[in-house]
């Protein structure tokens, strides 16, 4: 076959192939068409997923008469002059309107407020009509029928109508999260309604605009971010640990105001939040970076969605830094929104009988979930401990409280907490004073205005755990000799590869070496654990490194087997404290930063407060 030049329509439709992936990438196109134009109300109908219809009206400066057809035309933008590098609007290829023109049917209307008319010019399978005069309101209408009717092997690939309505809705709340000042409506046959209400200006409007996202609960359970470096500028929000979700679809991250999906920043994220969110839950985050233009290239792939930074790892570090700021200043906050669905289960149960089986249903879900976090039910002995001074990595020293089991007194402590003077400075401390210990592991505290109720096996893991990594940049931690060393029999990769890692375990104060081919014998355990399952803990070590020593090197590795020891040597659910055990570790959680949650990502308190419980008893 001889060469030739492909026709306008062919090489459009090869664009479209990139630039036009599902419904939901037109409607991103056409809704950043919609605010490059100025637009402050934009409304998105559509039917059957968008691959029926697709309709985007904005009251933006809209497009004259002559430039219509320049506009659907491939490579005509009003948005770059001369320099590809400084990027401000958020098109400038010249290729969305074209493309969609060759895979579908488009109408574009536009009326500019200096005409008497608005015009329209159609676009069908790549040919032009118009334009022609045609009745409307200032602004610019946009209507996508029959998305890939010319291109039946794409359609192929949609998936449900569902799905695809959905994506569409994804699309429209990401951006919208980056321009509160408009207000965004998206209706349909094939969907419930939704309107965002433009909000106010500055970051109040930004976090209302983001609440009408993400949830009301968010601002409750979120920290804001401001931090720059070298002229790169972060801000936005991070939830706090205990407020994690099951994808990561929660995660929103925008570049001079462009919504992005960059892996850079997932994964700056994902490190910041690595040691206080489970590996298979994920934080939400609405980040906002803003920077020179030239310091970031936005042209790297027909969608605009992925960025190059010019310096990744300043973007990273600034990212990952900002975040565990925030987090550590917070201090311990534990999520309310499980609060909030106690209240909504209250509620619902007993007053009524056909809403009883609503909550019926909330329960069972909630079990369901809580059954992925399968809490090692720990299979040790009881342990006595005592105090043992740490040096944290700031060089200043630190006290682990460890609780002595104390049968016959502990018995009646629960009882004796709740009949005690309250002290009153505890009120003020924001867990408060405890007050009683009930099912041996749920620590029930007062504050001035509110109940709190810790889980005292997850808060006293994550606290060792806490003091054990600080161990890493300090001195080792006491190791206590074993009079007897205990012979652990293995498979020979696990002795191996607990061998390897033996400096490492020594300096939390295990000390193994090699006993034969398949043994490793343990001379010390970590005083700080007390007294263990030796046998359980070295296996489980085996496991844990065995499972991290390939993919994720040292650091990982030091993490998951701090995890693993403070699950050894944490307070049992079962354990019953004396008062001065509970606020003891009380004001100890209230010293360490992240001990909102435990280990598992999980809450380690929550809080009622008091207008809430009055609400269940409707005084309010
Ligand atoms: P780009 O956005 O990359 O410039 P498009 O193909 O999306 O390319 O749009 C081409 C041109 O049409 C834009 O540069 C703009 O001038 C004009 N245009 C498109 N949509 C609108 C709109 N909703 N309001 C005003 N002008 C628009
Ligand atoms: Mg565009």
Same mark, same amino acid.
């Given at each position: 076959m001889a060469i030739r030049q492909l026709t306008e329509t062919i090489i459009n439709q090869i664009a479209a192939g990139e630039v036009i992936e599902r419904p939901a990438s037109v409607v991103k196109e056409l809704v950043e068409n919609a605010i490059d134009a100025g637009a402050t109300r934009i409304e998105i109908v559509t039917a059957g997923g968008g691959k029926t219809l697709m309709r985007i009206t904005d009251n933006g400066s809209g497009i004259p008469r002559d430039e219509l057809a320049l506009a659907v035309s491939r490579h005509c933008t009003s948005k770059l002059t001369d320099d590809v590098h400084d990027i401000r609007a958020l098109g400038f290829r010249g290729e969305a309107l074209p493309s969609i023109g060759s895979v579908s049917r488009l109408s574009l209307k536009s009326r500019t407020a200096d005409a008497d008319s608005g015009f329209e010019i159609g676009v069908h399978g790549g040919r032009v009509e118009g334009p022609r005069p045609t009745p409307m309101n200032g602004g610019t209408i946009a209507e996508?029928?029959?998305?890939?009717?010319?291109?039946?092997?794409?359609?192929?690939?949609?998936?449900?109508?569902?799905? #695809?309505?959905?994506?569409?809705?994804?699309?429209?709340?990401?951006?919208?999260?980056?321009?509160?000042?408009?207000?965004?409506?998206?209706?349909?046959?094939?969907?419930?309604?939704?309107?965002?209400?433009?909000?106010?200006?500055?970051?109040?409007?930004?976090?209302?605009?983001?609440?009408?996202?993400?949830?009301?609960?968010?601002?409750?359970?979120?920290?804001?971010?401001?931090?720059?470096?070298?002229?790169?500028?972060?801000?936005?929000?991070?939830?706090?640990?205990?407020?994690?979700?099951?994808?990561?679809?929660?995660?929103?991250?925008?570049?001079?105001?462009?919504?992005?999906?960059?892996?850079?920043?997932?994964?700056?994220?994902?490190?910041?939040?690595?040691?206080?969110?489970?590996?298979?839950?994920?934080?939400?985050?609405?980040?906002?970076?803003?920077?020179?233009?030239?310091?970031?290239?936005?042209?790297?792939?027909?969608?605009?969605?992925?960025?190059?930074?010019?310096?990744?790892?300043?973007?990273?570090?600034?990212?990952?830094?900002?975040?565990? #700021?925030?987090?550590?200043?917070?201090?311990?906050?534990?999520?309310?929104?499980?609060?909030?669905?106690?209240?909504?289960?209250?509620?619902?149960?007993?007053?009524?009988?056909?809403?009883?089986?609503?909550?019926?249903?909330?329960?069972?879900?909630?079990?369901?979930?809580?059954?992925?976090?399968?809490?090692?039910?720990?299979?040790?002995?009881?342990?006595?401990?005592?105090?043992?001074?740490?040096?944290?990595?700031?060089?200043?020293?630190?006290?682990?409280?460890?609780?002595?089991?104390?049968?016959?007194?502990?018995?009646?402590?629960?009882?004796?907490?709740?009949?005690?003077?309250?002290?009153?400075?505890?009120?003020?401390?924001?867990?408060?004073?405890?007050?009683?210990?009930?099912?041996?592991?749920?620590?029930?505290?007062?504050?001035?205005?509110?109940?709190?109720?810790?889980?005292?096996?997850?808060?006293?893991?994550?606290?060792?755990?806490?003091?054990?990594?600080?161990?890493?940049?300090?001195?080792?931690?006491?190791?206590?000799?074993?009079?007897?060393?205990?012979?652990?029999?293995?498979?020979?990769?696990?002795?191996?590869?607990?061998?390897?890692h033996a400096e490492t375990l020594s300096r939390f104060g295990l000390g193994i070496e090699a006993f034969g081919p398949g043994a490793v014998a343990v001379r010390e355990t970590p005083s700080m654990l007390g007294e263990i399952d030796t046998q359980q803990l070295v296996r489980d070590l085996a496991d844990e490194i065995a499972e991290h020593d390939t993919s994720h090197g040292l650091k990982a590795i030091l993490d998951h087997v701090a995890a693993t020891m403070a699950c050894h040597g944490s307070v049992r659910s079962g354990r019953r404290l004396k008062p001065d055990e509970m606020n003891a570790l009380l004001r100890q959680m209230e010293e360490t930063p992240g001990s909102g949650t435990c280990n598992h990502g999980r809450p380690t308190y929550i809080e009622l407060k008091l207008s809430d419980i009055e609400r269940l008893f409707g005084r309010r």
């Open positions: 996508v029928r029959d998305l890939f009717f010319s291109t039946p092997a794409r359609l192929k690939f949609m998936k449900t109508d569902r799905a #695809e309505a959905s994506a569409i809705s994804d699309v429209v709340k990401r951006i919208a999260v980056a321009f509160p000042h408009i207000r965004f409506s998206i209706a349909g046959s094939d969907r419930t309604p939704l309107e965002l209400n433009a909000t106010g200006a500055g970051s109040a409007g930004m976090l209302e605009r983001i609440s009408q996202v993400l949830g009301k609960e968010f601002p409750e359970n979120a920290i804001a971010i401001d931090a720059e470096r070298d002229g790169v500028r972060l801000t936005g929000f991070a939830g706090i640990p205990a407020f994690n979700r099951a994808n990561s679809l929660h995660q929103f991250a925008y570049v001079n105001g462009r919504p992005v999906r960059d892996k850079q920043i997932w994964g700056a994220i994902r490190g910041a939040y690595a040691d206080v969110v489970a590996r298979d839950r994920h934080p939400v985050a609405v980040l906002f970076l803003n920077l020179d233009p030239v310091l970031v290239d936005v042209n790297v792939h027909p969608a605009k969605a992925d960025v190059r930074f010019r310096d990744p790892g300043l973007v990273r570090g600034l990212i990952v830094g900002a975040i565990r #700021e925030a987090l550590g200043q917070s201090g311990i906050r534990a999520a309310t929104s499980g609060a909030g669905a106690m209240l909504n289960s209250f509620r619902l149960g007993g007053a009524e009988p056909a809403r009883a089986d609503m909550a019926g249903q909330r329960w069972q879900g909630a079990a369901a979930a809580n059954q992925k976090y399968e809490l090692r039910q720990s299979p040790y002995r009881p342990f006595d401990l005592e105090s043992t001074s740490v040096r944290n990595s700031n060089g200043f020293a630190e006290t682990i409280h460890t609780f002595l089991y104390d049968g016959a007194e502990a018995v009646a402590a629960d009882t004796r907490a709740g009949t005690a003077e309250i002290p009153q400075e505890l009120l003020s401390a924001p867990l408060g004073a405890a007050r009683a210990q009930i099912h041996a592991n749920y620590i029930v505290s007062q504050t001035a205005d509110s109940l709190v109720i810790v889980d005292q096996h997850a808060a006293h893991e994550r606290l060792v755990y806490e003091a054990l990594k600080n161990a890493l940049h300090s001195r080792p931690l006491p190791a206590q000799m074993l009079l007897i060393p205990e012979i652990v029999d293995l498979p020979e990769e696990d002795v191996e590869r607990l061998v390897a």
